[in-house]
Structure formats: C-alpha cells, structure tokens
C-alpha cells in the first residue's frame, strides 16, 4: 500500500465510499468514528493526510484539530461538513484545514484534493492563532452555489490579492466584500465602500484619490480620497464597470505602484490597502467596445469569485426568509411567519432582483399582512409580478421599449457612451435567448443571428455562455 491516510468519519456509508476511492489509488487507510480515537491513532502514527467530519460521536471535529496539528504539524487536514454555513467554512481554515469539503460533496474531486494534500505535504500555512469567525455575518444559505462562494472566501482571508466579485444586481456583492475584509486580518481597519454608478463621472477621481486645494473650481480645501480612508483596510469598488476610462488609467497605477497623488498633487503617497472590486456586467463587450481597459481587467481579477442568482438557489430561500423575518423584528416590525404554501410559492418565482428583491418581499408581507402566519393565497396580494409555475422558463421581457427605458433608468450609461453600453448589455441576454431557441445547436444559432459560426464561438466563450447551460 502507499500513503497512509486517516478518515475521522460516523457515517458508516460515506466511510465506506471514501475508503474504496482512496485504496483504488494507492492508499492504505485507517478509519475512526471519534475523536478520542483519532487522538490515539495520531500519537502512534504519522499520516499523509487526515479527513475528518465535524460533528462526531464525542465532540467538535474542528474544534479539537489543534491537538491534531501539534503532533503533525505538516499533514494536510481536509475537513468535511454537512453543517454547511459560511461559519463552519471559516472555522475550518482558521484551524489550518487545507481544504474544506461541504456534504454532499463530489468524490472524484475530494479525491484529487486528497492527492494534491498529500503531494503539497509541509506546503499549508495554516492559522491556528487566528481570532473564531463571526458567524452572525448575513450570508445565508447552504445551498452548493453558495458552499462554492464559501470556499473562495476562506481561500483569500490571509492574503491581500485583488478580489473581483462577480454577480447580478441583488446578489449580495458587498456582502461578500464585508466578509472578506471583516474575517480576514484587516478586520481592525476601515472598510470602505464606494459605488461607482453613484458617482458622477467628472467626480469620480477626486473622490477616489482625493484633491488639493485649488485643483479645480470649488475645490476650496484639500481632500481626503477613499483610497486614504482605506489605508490598513478594504477599498470596495462596487459597479466598477462603470468607472470612466481616465479614472481607470489612474487606478490601474494606482494598484500597480500601491501609491497615489491626490488630484492636482505632486507628492506620491504610499498606501496599504486591501482591493476588492465588483460587477453585475460582463467585462467581456465593455474591452471590446472600448469602455473598459483590458489590462486593468487582468489586474483587478486575480481571484473571482461568482455569486449565484437566487433562481440557482431556491433551496436557500427558507433560511433566507427566516433571517429577513428576524431583521424585520429588529426594525420594530410585528412577527411573522410562512407557511410552507408560501415558501412553495416563492421558489417558484423568477427573482430578477435576487435577494434584495425577497428581502423586500418579506418586509412588504409582514407589513401588509394581517396574520401571524402568511400563506400563499396572502402573498398573491403582495407579489408585484405572477409567480412562475413548476417548468416553466423565465418569463421573457415583452416590451422591448419598457427594457431599454428600464436600462437607462437604472443604468444611467454617461453621454457619449450610451450606444456602446447598449449592446453591451443586450448581446448577453439576445445570445442566451437565440440559443435556447436552436437548443444549445451553435450551427443553427449562428444561421438565426446572421453571423459567422465562429464568431458565435468567440462570443460565447468571451462571456462565459457554455452552451450546455442554454438548453
């Protein structure tokens, strides 16, 4: 036999998939179902990597890992959890796990990461010091989306790499930057958050890196940017896809250098700050129509991390609804509650405006409602759009006039930019559409579109559109 490994797990049918996996490729495996089991195994024998669940017969499997990792200090540990929260994913990598591994998981790849552990062997660089992990962060759900948005959080906690936060509007972007900076080891500097569509274009390099006194008319004192209020924390960019190309030149020297000059300046200061970035647009037709630098896209996505639409997430939405259920009663709300018709109900909507929309909904419900408990027939009265039946394809937009007011009303592209920023914003959802129509068949797409198949390939990868997902 090869490598020894230990598997510290009580489910009797997960052991017995996990020790057949592992032996198929070579390894000689012992197996506990306790902790004071695996305390005795690890004083006696040195392992090439441990797996071992959380919740187990005598206690907390993450827990008690520090005794683990004194006798065995270079033996990767992989942790595995049906106790899927961002909490227990933090708490793993904080005990020095070298990887987490939400239940139900996939066995090939938890077997590839078994043997990467055990090649890497005396690589991790676990933080066992580090501070337990405020669990009453509001990212909720353990659905396998969301375990994904987990892993990639813990994965950038103990280093400053650029972060860029990829998802629709609603999603919980800032969110996830507040999770990145509140659990890593900036925590005890600012966080600071600047909306880019906020900002008017004229104004956006003076607010980010500040100004001198006279750099401009009305710039009667000197200003503090927001890239020194961030020095020893988080600068969160959110809507960074509309920063206007000036402003993007600066900023790509800024992250080059790691120094700044106030608008009007001379003097280069020296800044410590941790970058986060975020879009709901896809960078892809911004390059191409000249919108937005492709070196600073290289610069900012050093690790993306995508976050799902609640319509990839249903199974999320009654813990979601518990948790707005409980904000609503801080706020001085009446308590509520819903059915499980109401729940039903929910998941079977189409959630355009994805998690800020629900929380919206649970707060309108609870106002509106009359009842302690909220069915379904109540939320009929409150839902502002017809809920989707089980099957049914997301409703389409059927006014193409309403969706090009609607894009620039909540978009509000700057003048000179607005044909551009159009088709942007159009050829995502017109190539999806055309390619669930031929069934994901890029031949027959190509021939509806009018353009070379090719193209249509280039197209599609560009924004990420894998045609198996438009069937």
Same mark, same amino acid.
């Given at each position: 036999m090869g490598k020894s490994i230990l598997l510290v797990e009580d489910d009797r049918a997960i052991s017995q998939v996990i020790m057949a996996a592992l032996e198929a490729e070579g390894c000689s495996v012992d197996h506990c179902t306790s902790i004071a089991r695996r305390n005795a195994l690890v004083a006696n024998k040195r392992y090439a990597a441990i797996l071992t669940d959380v919740m187990l017969e005598d206690g907390d499997g993450i827990a008690t890992l520090g005794s683990v990792l004194e006798r065995q200090p270079d033996t990767p540990v992989i942790v595995l959890s049906a106790q899927n929260t961002l909490d227990t994913a933090v708490r793993a990598s904080e005990a020095g796990a070298y990887e987490y591994f939400p239940k139900p998981? &996939? /066995? &090939? !790849? /938890?077997? @590839?990461?078994? /043997?990467?552990?055990? $090649? @890497?062997?005396g690589d991790?660089?676990?933080?066992?010091?580090?501070?337990?992990?405020?669990?009453?962060?509001? +990212?909720?759900? @353990?659905? $396998?989306?969301?375990q994904n948005v987990y892993r990639m959080i813990t994965r950038v906690l103990r280093n400053d790499l650029s972060v860029l936060i990829l998802g629709e509007s609603g999603t919980g972007k800032e969110l996830v930057a507040e999770a990145i900076h509140q659990l890593g080891h900036r925590k005890q500097g600012p966080f600071v958050a600047v909306n880019m569509a906020a900002i008017p274009a004229e104004l956006i390099e003076s607010e980010l890196f500040g100004h001198e006194k006279g750099a401009f008319t009305g710039a009667v004192a000197q200003s503090i940017g927001k890239f020194e209020q961030a020095h020893g924390g988080t600068l969160f960019l959110d809507e960074i896809g509309d920063m206007p190309m000036q402003a993007q030149t600066r900023l790509l020297r800024t992250l080059q250098t790691g120094r700044i000059t106030r608008v009007g300046g001379h003097r280069e200061i020296e800044l410590d700050v941790r970058f986060v970035a975020a879009t709901n647009k896809p960078f892809g037709p911004l390059i191409e129509a000249g919108l937005f630098r492709e070196d600073l896209y290289y610069r900012i996505n050093v690790v993306p991390i995508d976050l799902p639409p609640l319509r990839d997430r249903l199974s999320d939405i009654p813990a979601l609804v518990?948790?707005?259920?409980?904000? $609503?009663?801080? !706020?001085?709300?009446? @308590?509520?509650s819903f059915d499980d018709s109401a729940i039903a109900a929910m998941q079977r909507r189409n959630w355009r405006g994805n998690v800020r929309e629900l929380r919206n909904l649970v707060f309108r419900a609870v106002i509106m409602s009359r009842d302690d408990l909220i069915t379904a027939d109540a939320l009929g009265s409150i839902f502002d759009e017809p809920a989707l039946g089980t099957g049914e394809t997301r409703r389409e937009e059927s006014d193409f006039e309403q969706a090009v007011s609607r894009f620039l009303l909540t978009e509000r592209p700057e003048n000179g930019a607005v044909y551009d920023k159009a088709l942007a914003?159009? !050829?995502?959802? +017109?190539?999806q559409a055309i390619m669930r129509r031929c069934d994901g068949n890029q031949v027959k797409a190509a021939a509806v579109l009018g353009i070379n198949r090719n193209t249509l390939r280039k197209k599609l990868v560009e924004h990420g559109l894998a045609s198996a997902e438009l069937r």
């Open positions: 998981f &996939d /066995l &090939d !790849e /938890l077997i @590839r990461a078994v /043997l990467q552990a055990i $090649a @890497r062997s991790v660089s676990g933080n066992a010091d580090a501070d337990p992990a405020d669990s009453g962060l509001p +990212l909720v759900g @353990r659905s $396998a989306p969301m518990d948790h707005f259920l409980a904000l $609503a009663v801080q !706020e001085g709300l009446p @308590r509520r914003a159009f !050829e995502i959802p +017109l190539l």
